[in-house]
């Protein structure tokens, strides 16, 4: 890791990295909250690579104290994609995901034993926190490249898609993108049209917790091939 992302008071991500400008919500959160000076070196990213060290004045204007950098994309992007279950496990799970460094955050529309369901009116509303919690996750863990959080997904339209589940062969450097079942598990007509399943181990996991062993298995790989 980089040591000045990981050294920095703060990360915030900006808009555009010639033009940065903190917004309001990142500022306070920056100046009120984690009471950032301007003698602390904060890293500013676009989320799409490229990041710099600066420092924060008082009126959250940033100044540069370093060049440009870029950091190349991850060698292939990793999915998860997970199908909802109840309380605020979905945030737990964006957040988790985040941290790890999964690319593609999907919420399946709902499946066959499906329990929990956005209703249309809200699900806008669901989706904008979700992006939310994995931007916050994101600075949290310094990342360069954010996650991009998908809405309601039909699985069929995710390509070389592999189903979690306990039967599955071994996880290895080919799967990169895993669906995760809801806490009744997927219906044989689901599983039986995918890419393959894949096993995450032999214990029977909680619906969050095989996202985010998923996510660790298909990571490690990636970092081992880099
Ligand atoms: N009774 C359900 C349990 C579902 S757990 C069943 O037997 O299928 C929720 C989801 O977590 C599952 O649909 C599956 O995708 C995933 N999961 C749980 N444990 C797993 C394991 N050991 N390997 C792979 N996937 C697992």
């Keep these: 890791?980089?040591?000045?992302?990981?050294?920095?008071?703060?990360?915030?991500?900006?808009?555009?990295i010639d033009a940065p400008a903190i917004d309001e919500i990142d500022a306070h959160h920056l100046l009120r909250v984690l009471r950032v000076k301007p003698s602390d070196a904060v890293t500013v990213s676009d989320g799409k690579g490229k990041w710099y060290s600066c420092v924060l004045k008082a009126d959250a204007s940033i100044d540069a104290t370093s060049e440009v950098f870029t950091t190349a994309a991850p060698s292939w992007p990793l999915t998860v994609a997970f199908s909802l279950v109840k309380g605020d496990r979905p945030e737990w799970t964006v957040q988790k995901l985040t941290e790890i460094g999964i690319d593609e955050i999907v919420v399946l529309a709902p499946t066959i034993r499906s329990?929990?369901?956005?209703?249309?009116?809200?699900?806008?509303?669901?989706?904008?926190?979700?992006?939310?919690?994995?931007?916050?996750a994101a600075m949290q863990?310094?990342?360069?490249?954010?996650p991009n959080v998908h809405g309601a997904t039909e699985m069929s339209t995710i390509d070389n898609l592999f189903i979690a589940d306990p039967t599955g062969a071994c996880l290895d450097a080919s799967h990169r993108a895993i669906a995760i079942g809801p806490e009744g598990g997927f219906a044989p007509q689901e599983t039986e049209n995918c890419d393959g399943l894949v096993s995450l181990g032999d214990t029977v996991l909680r619906a969050e917790?095989?996202?985010?062993s998923a996510a660790v298995l298909m990571s490690d790989y990636r970092r081992k091939r880099n």
């Design 1 to 16: 890791m980089i040591s000045e992302l990981r050294n920095s008071t703060a990360h915030v991500f900006v808009d555009a």
């Design 209 to 212: 917790t095989a996202a985010v």
């Design 115 to 136: 329990v929990v369901r956005w209703d249309d009116g809200r699900s806008n509303k669901n989706i904008d926190r979700l992006r939310r919690v994995a931007r916050e």
């Design 141 to 146: 863990s310094r990342r360069t490249w954010l």
